[in-house]
């Protein structure tokens, strides 16, 4: 089991990856107050969506493009599902998102 760490190292190097960079092109010019990107970890991401599910969270912020406001990562599973989110302000906080 991990300590939550692998959640922020995942979402920087996916968001940071150059075929997202339509991703962040499209928050940065969409002229939103909140600009929010969704990572959602599936079961073939084992230790991502494990650290989801067991509600763990980074201790450090990420390091994203400031095109990004709020970072919401969730386990692909039938609802409630778990997820946790970032935002510039709060830091990191866990979630159950349902119907």
Known sequence: ???GEE???FCQEFLGDPAQADVLRKLAT???HERHA???ATHGQLSLHTAVDLRL???Q???LDRCIDWLWVIASQNL???GCY???QQGWATAVLAD
């Open 1 to 3: 089991m991990g300590d």
């Open 7 to 9: 959640i922020r190292l």
């Open 30 to 32: 969409s002229g939103a």
């Open 38 to 40: 969704v990572v959602i």
């Open 57 to 59: 969270t980074p201790s």
């Open 61 to 63: 912020a990420p390091d």
């Open 80 to 82: 409630p599902a778990r």
């Open 86 to 88: 970032w935002t510039r």
